[in-house]
């Protein structure tokens, strides 16, 4: 049963978080900022567990989810065993269904979920013992094939069927009806969760302040917001550096910008928590803004050149885009990988209009920039992840 389970959530698309134990194994899948988790957990690792020790694994997984940036988690503890009744005293007050391999049944006490993902009924079909597997309606399948991807279907339980329950299970009726009017709620809500606010934030505070200055000709912003190295260090108006960031020249250079924002700002945004985006792309752009002045200072000895586009903090996310492919192989062959022509396109339009008065300097410093805070992010989140899985496996 133990393969079946882990061919089966594989199939469904579950990421499988390696712990360096044959015992253990750890899948989830997220949506906008909840995860949902399923540990499974068999006999060899129950023997050496405990009751403690389990209850701190737990919360260390919770813990991994949330520094990630997941404020829903979400963790069912699969308990793969014939040692059912060690099973259920550690997993005692946590969230846990126990798979009997004794007697070939799913084992789901009081106050625990009902169901999860959607695998209640998938498990319960396929853990008799000497049948061939099946899927949530009974019929036969291949768990080696497509087939994988067969899910429960689980009747939702309404407010009215719960309310004409009486007795004991009157209360669990009612609990498990609030539960599906919660997942009904957010699964209403998660559709929006995908969404890439930031970088759509970003683009209208740009578009509000260019039709201020291009359609209202409201030109004293512009001037108020670019930025040289007179205005900034001589007249110590630092504050340049961060607005010249969210104006622009003209027509096509905020057009080219936007386009450019929106190829790798949704995709870097995806992969981010946003606080660590938004610290990407700010600190990207002050770095282009900073590099461009020591530029035209000490190498142009230009210090009245004044400059202003998101052109800086997008070659941040074009940097931190190359490093992702860079460290990620996998991901060059899928739908990120496509984005590598966008890049190459936006250079070639960046080195075009050089001769029109293009930062250069900007361009370079928010693209190294990039690179190199896309790397510390990154290398947090998988230095976490390895002592995560240290302390998992004990």
């Known amino acids: 049963m133990w393969e079946?389970?882990?061919?089966?959530?594989?199939?469904?698309?579950?990421?499988?978080?390696?712990?360096?134990?044959?015992?253990?194994?750890?899948?989830?899948?997220?949506?906008?900022?909840?995860?949902?988790?399923?540990?499974?957990?068999?006999?060899?690792?129950?023997?050496?567990?405990?009751?403690?020790?389990?209850?701190?694994?737990?919360?260390?997984i919770r813990g991994i989810f949330e520094k990630q940036g997941f404020s829903l988690v979400t963790v069912l503890t699969l308990f793969v065993t014939s040692q059912t009744a060690a099973a259920r005293a550690i997993g005692e007050g946590s969230a846990y269904w126990i798979v009997d391999e004794s007697y070939g049944r799913l084992l789901v006490y009081e106050n625990q979920p009902e169901d999860y993902l959607g695998i209640r009924s998938v498990i319960e079909n396929n853990i008799h013992f000497g049948g061939h597997s099946r899927n949530?309606?009974?019929?036969?399948?291949?768990?080696?094939?497509?087939?994988?991807?067969s899910e429960s279907k689980v009747q939702p339980i309404t407010r009215g069927a719960a309310m004409s329950v009486s007795g004991e299970r009157s209360a669990a009726y009612r609990e498990a009806a609030a539960r599906a009017s919660r997942a009904?709620?957010?699964?209403?809500?998660?559709?929006?969760?995908?969404?890439?606010?930031?970088?759509?934030v970003i683009a209208l505070i740009n578009l509000v302040l260019f039709l201020l200055v291009d359609l209202f000709n409201r030109v004293e912003i512009l001037m108020w917001g670019q930025?040289?190295?007179?205005?900034?260090?001589?007249?110590?108006?630092?504050?340049?550096?961060?607005?010249?960031?969210?104006?622009?020249?003209?027509?096509?250079?905020?057009?080219?910008?936007?386009?450019?924002?929106?190829?790798?700002?949704?995709?870097?945004?995806?992969?981010?928590?946003?606080?660590?985006?938004?610290?990407?792309?700010?600190?990207?752009?002050?770095?282009?803004?900073?590099?461009?002045?020591?530029?035209?200072?000490?190498?142009?000895?230009?210090?009245?050149?004044?400059?202003?586009?998101?052109?800086g903090a997008i070659y941040g996310l074009m940097g931190a885009m190359l490093a992702l492919l860079i460290r990620y192989k996998a991901l060059r062959s899928r739908e990120y990988g496509s984005r590598f022509g966008i890049f190459v396109a936006?250079?070639?339009?960046?080195?075009?209009?050089?001769?029109?008065?293009?930062?250069?300097?900007?361009?370079?410093?928010?693209?190294?920039?990039?690179?190199?805070?896309f790397w510390i992010f990154d290398r947090k989140k998988s230095k976490r992840l390895s002592n995560w899985q240290k302390k998992v496996q004990g």
């Open 346 to 373: 936006y250079l070639i339009y960046s080195f075009v209009r050089a001769g029109e008065s293009v930062n250069v300097a900007a361009h370079f410093g928010g693209f190294a920039l990039g690179v190199i805070l």
């Open 227 to 311: 930025m040289s190295w007179h205005t900034v260090v001589e007249e110590k108006e630092y504050y340049r550096l961060l607005t010249c960031m969210f104006l622009h020249y003209g027509v096509d250079h905020f057009a080219g910008n936007m386009i450019a924002l929106f190829a790798f700002g949704d995709m870097i945004e995806r992969r981010m928590t946003r606080v660590r985006y938004i610290l990407l792309y700010l600190l990207s752009g002050l770095g282009a803004s900073a590099f461009s002045c020591l530029f035209y200072h000490y190498v142009e000895e230009n210090d009245l050149v004044v400059s202003a586009g998101a052109s």
């Open 4 to 60: 079946k389970l882990r061919q089966y959530f594989a199939g469904r698309g579950l990421h499988d978080v390696d712990l360096h134990r044959e015992d253990m194994r750890l899948y989830y899948t997220s949506q906008g900022t909840s995860v949902n988790a399923v540990w499974m957990i068999d006999d060899a690792a129950i023997a050496e567990l405990g009751a403690e020790k389990y209850q701190q694994n737990l919360a260390t």
């Open 136 to 149: 949530a309606d009974g019929a036969q399948i291949d768990l080696s094939h497509d087939n994988l991807r």
């Open 184 to 200: 009904k709620s957010s699964k209403r809500w998660s559709r929006y969760s995908n969404l890439c606010i930031v970088t759509i």
